[in-house]
């Protein structure tokens, strides 16, 4: 049982022996998206990465430019490539909302709101050149900022606010330099065509 402080994505950290060092749950599903499992995070990710949930993020300014974050260069998959504002994974029994404001705040160290579904049916799986595996049932959000953004360097190494047509033109000229789920995603999104 978690505590009033832990969130439901770090309620195993006592299962570590450290709790200055939360374990973050992901929540395994089957092909019809039921949840199965739970498994460490950490240790998910590999060359035969089992089906989770997860949810990606597309972060929009007042001015309707949206963020585009670098991933850190010692990330473990994608590491230096430019993707949407940010990702995450809701934990057991997190509502995915509240998931997005706690990685929001985890990893770009802002607050959104004004949080809604894009492509709720969103579903992908992509091997980077280390041969990791993405395999991920993962509904898209857009969202508003409410603070500067003010990113965490062991997530992301750059950011950019950019027009949404000048993302889709880029993501259109040179999908290599974007994480797949990125490129996937923008043919998809509202946001992204007007």
Same mark, same amino acid.
């Given at each position: 049982m978690s505590s009033p402080s832990e969130s439901p994505a770090t309620a195993g950290s006592r299962a570590t022996g450290s709790p200055s060092v939360p374990t973050e749950l992901v929540v395994l599903l089957d092909d019809d998206a039921n949840p199965i499992g739970t498994a460490d995070k950490a240790t998910v990710h590999t060359t035969d990465t089992p089906l989770h949930l997860a949810f990606s993020c597309h972060v929009v300014d007042d001015e309707g430019r949206v963020l585009l974050t670098r991933r850190a260069l010692d990330k473990r998959t994608w590491p230096g490539i430019w993707t949407n504002s940010f990702c995450g994974h809701p934990g057991p029994g997190e509502d &995915?909302?509240? +998931? !997005?404001? $706690? *990685? +929001? #705040?985890?990893?770009?160290?802002? *607050?959104? @709101? /004004?949080?809604? &579904? +894009?492509?709720? @049916?969103? $579903?992908? $799986? +992509?091997? @980077? @050149? /280390?041969? !990791?595996?993405?395999? #991920? !049932?993962? &509904?898209v959000f857009t969202a508003r900022i409410r603070a500067e953004v003010n990113p965490r360097a062991d997530e992301v190494c750059a950011h950019h606010w950019a027009r949404p047509t000048d993302v889709r033109t880029s993501v259109d000229a040179t999908p290599f330099a974007f994480s797949p789920w990125l490129v996937a995603q923008v043919p998809r999104m509202e946001l992204y065509s007007r």
């Open positions: &995915p909302v509240e +998931a !997005i404001v $706690r *990685r +929001a #705040e985890q990893e770009l160290g802002t *607050r959104v @709101d /004004s949080i809604e &579904p +894009a492509v709720p @049916d969103f $579903r992908y $799986r +992509a091997v @980077d @050149d /280390s041969g !990791i595996v993405e395999n #991920e !049932i993962c &509904p």
